[in-house]
T-cell receptor
Framework: GESVGLHLPTLSVQEGDNSIINCAYS??????FIWYKQESGKGPQFIID?????DKRQGQRVTVLLNKTVKHLSLQIAATQPGDSAVYFC??????????FGAGTRLFVKA | DVKVTQSSRYLVKRTGEKVFLECVQD?????MFWYRQDPGLGLRLIYF???????EKGDIPEGYSVSREKKERFSLILESASTNQTSMYLC????????????FGQGTRLTVV
């Protein structure tokens, strides 16, 4: 079935390094992608989104890359900080209100 | 800032009880959603509503129902709680239409014993 998957369930990075979180999606018709951050004890929080007519979008310290050829999405966090420690979810909209979430990647930031 | 508030952070209920989870949003959003979150499975959509008194089934509606009598409030009802409904429940809202980001509440961790 359709799914949004992640290459790694956990990622550990040194404070100050860049982080890259990857996501594979299976529905080539998906036209909208979102990254969410979920801190412990909180609901997911929107980080950045990208539409299928783009291949890159930048925010504050974050960049999302979309490669439609291989159906791959990535989130890059520059100069990772302890406050970035969280679970990160990618999500795809496959049409209408249907959003598929990945299982999540837990990011650990080592001081 | 958008605020989505879920009425309880933690709930413990007995098998067979009828359970109500309440969610209120303060940004006049048309769309509201209920998800459950289980380890390794991500978020799965239970029900959503795109207008008052309108509701649509998501991916896992069995054992649940919803109510949306007012625009700002979306309730999830477990008609007869079972242990396999022990989970984290997340409410979200978003602006009208598709392809807009969702704003989530803090979640309700429900344990059914």
């Amino acid at each position: 079935g359709e799914s949004v998957g992640l290459h790694l369930p956990t990622l550990s990075v040194q404070e100050g390094d860049n982080s890259i979180i990857n996501c594979a999606y299976s529905n080539s018709a998906s036209d909208y992608f979102i990254w969410y951050k979920q801190e412990s004890g909180k609901g997911p929080q929107f980080i950045i989104d990208i539409r299928s007519n783009m291949d890159k979008r930048q925010g504050q310290r974050v960049t999302v890359l979309l490669n439609k050829t291989v159906k791959h999405l990535s989130l890059q966090i520059a100069a990772t900080q302890p406050g970035d420690s969280a679970v990160y979810f990618c999500a795809e909209n496959t049409g209408g209100f249907k959003t598929i979430f990945g299982a999540g990647t837990r990011l650990f930031v080592k001081a | 800032d958008v605020k989505v508030t879920q009425s309880s952070r933690y709930l413990v209920k007995r098998t067979g009880e009828k359970v109500f989870l309440e969610c209120v949003q303060d940004m006049d959003h048309e769309n509201m959603f209920w998800y459950r979150q289980d380890p390794g499975l991500g978020l799965r959509l239970i029900y959503f509503s795109y207008d008052v008194k309108m509701k649509e089934k998501g991916d896992i509606p069995e054992g649940y129902s919803v109510s949306r009598e007012k625009k700002e409030r979306f309730s999830l009802i477990l008609e007869s709680a079972s242990t396999n409904q022990t989970s984290m429940y997340l409410c979200a809202s978003s602006l009208v239409g598709y392809n807009t980001e969702a704003f989530f509440g803090q979640g309700t961790r429900l344990t059914v014993v």
